[in-house]
């Protein structure tokens, strides 16, 4: 069954705090999770309040669904980010068979 691996790095240019950069991601975990079927995780730990990198995760029996989730998760999340006054910038994604 395939596993579509969605990383996303994003940057938060006005961040002055931990507490921003919690806000931005937090939001982007909370939407993307409540739009989508899918897990959502942030992937490194806090060493700049001007990035992250979160990863997504989502399983099908359809490659072709996949592809096609991950790309509206992409743009979803360039939307949201943008909202917030961040951006994506950087996206890659891979699919695992099990």
Do not use: C
């Not at 940057?11 to 999770?33: F, T, Y």
């Amino acid at each position: 069954m395939p596993v579509a691996q969605l990383t996303l790095e994003i940057r938060i240019e006005h961040a002055q705090s931990l507490k921003d950069r919690r806000q931005v991601v937090r939001s982007l975990k909370d939407q993307l999770r409540q739009g989508f079927n899918i897990s959502v995780a942030e992937m490194d730990e806090a060493v700049t309040w001007q990035s992250a990198t979160v990863g997504v995760v989502a399983i099908s029996r359809s490659r072709e669904y996949l592809h096609g989730l991950v790309e509206e998760v992409e743009r979803a999340s360039r939307r949201i980010l943008n909202e917030h006054g961040a951006e994506l910038t950087d996206a890659f994604w891979d699919y695992v068979e099990s």
